[in-house]
Each structure stands twice: as structure tokens, then as C-alpha cells.
Nanobody, 124 residues
Framework: QVQLVESGGGLVQAGGSLRLSCAAS????????MGWFRQAPGKEREFVAA????????YYGDSAKGRFTISRDNAKNTVLLQMNSLKAEDTAVYYC?????????????????WGQGTQVTVPS
């Protein structure tokens, strides 16, 4: 079983950048598809980005395309989410997730393990 811990959230002005990090432990990190999701107050958790086992394939939700970049370092058991040009609507709790099955997962139920989340706030 893998444990996931996110970090890097905070308060940033519109147009700014943040880099979220997710540290994994307790499993074979390179065997997991990794994803980022977010949940804003009063809204359902939504897909942000996913990355394949060795990082050769990535996929982004519409809100992240062109602004966010997901990457991973299997030697450090870490997955990153670089977020640029942040907007007020990016305000949410961001979650890291791990998937054991093949294929990039785009939905919550396709992931097996979750972190506790990190808050990102972009004031309007």
C-alpha cells in the first residue's frame, strides 16, 4: 500500500505560479499511474492531470491544459504539478492519487490511493 503526502500549496496572486509536490512511500512508485485532482468548495472533485509509469504519457483536464504541467521523478518517488498563470477559479484543495491499473485514469474511482490534499488559494 502506498502513502501519499502533498505539499507546496499556499496563497498566490492571480497570474502567479505554484509547484505542488507529492511524495510517495510504502510501495513501488514506478508501478503506479499518478494523478492530480482538485476540489473547490461546494463542487465535486475534478480531474486535473495524470502521468504514466515512466512519464512518457500525460493527460490534462480542460482547466489545466496550457497552464499546468505534471511530471514525476521515480528515483525520488515524487510527482509534481507546476501551475502557471493561476486564476481565482483554480482555488481548491489539490489531491495526489495513485492508480494500480493500466491506462491513465481520469475519474476519481479509477484511483486506489489518495493523499490528504493541499490548499491552493488564488484571491479574486
Amino acid at each position: 500500500q502506498v502513502q501519499l503526502v502533498e505539499s507546496g500549496g499556499g496563497l498566490v496572486q492571480a497570474g502567479g505560479s505554484l509547484r505542488l509536490s507529492c511524495a510517495a512511500s510504502g510501495g513501488t512508485f514506478s508501478s503506479y499511474i499518478m494523478g492530480w485532482f482538485r476540489q473547490a468548495p461546494g463542487k465535486e472533485r475534478e480531474f486535473v492531470a495524470a502521468i504514466s509509469w515512466i512519464g512518457t504519457s500525460t493527460y490534462y483536464g480542460d482547466s489545466a491544459k496550457g497552464r499546468f504541467t505534471i511530471s514525476r521523478d521515480n528515483a525520488k518517488n515524487t510527482v509534481l504539478l507546476q501551475m502557471n498563470s493561476l486564476k481565482a477559479e483554480d482555488t481548491a484543495v489539490y489531491y495526489c492519487a495513485a492508480r494500480r491499473s493500466r491506462g491513465l485514469g481520469l475519474k476519481n474511482h479509477e484511483y486506489d490511493y489518495w493523499g490528504q490534499g493541499t490548499q491552493v488559494t488564488v484571491p479574486s
